[in-house]
Nanobody, 122 residues
């Protein structure tokens, strides 16, 4: 059993910054991939960024160097530093894990957090 809790969302003006955090808890030995997705009203959920245990990262094109994903494996926590935010970034941001090694074995299914709202005003 894995639970993900996001924090750090809020209301910010265009050009501002936010730092999202997601802490995974449960019987976790290690996590393969941790990432961030977002979903705006009327839109499908889309990948923002993800990072593998070894440090390999993947970013969506719309990030354009504005966001940085990082993780602390010892804390089972992933972060998303968002700079130069735009109104188009307004969405609910969800934390995600893919591949969790627990004490009872490897869990291939994905886990999702409840989401944290990010609202960027113009």
């Amino acid at each position: 059993q894995v639970q993900l809790v996001e924090s750090g969302g809020g209301l910010v003006q265009a050009g501002g910054s936010l730092r999202l955090s997601c802490a995974a808890s449960g019987s976790i030995v290690s996590i393969n991939v941790m990432g961030w997705y977002r979903q705006a009203p009327g839109k499908q959920r889309e990948l923002v960024a993800r990072v593998a245990a070894g440090g390999t990262t993947k970013y969506a094109d719309f990030v354009k160097g504005r966001f940085t994903i990082s993780r602390d494996n010892a804390k089972n926590t992933v972060y998303l530093q968002m700079n130069n935010l735009e109104p188009e970034d307004t969405a609910v941001y969800y934390c995600n894990t893919e591949g969790v090694r627990g004490y009872s074995g490897y869990i291939y299914s994905a886990f999702w957090g409840q989401g944290t709202q990010v609202t960027v005003s113009s």
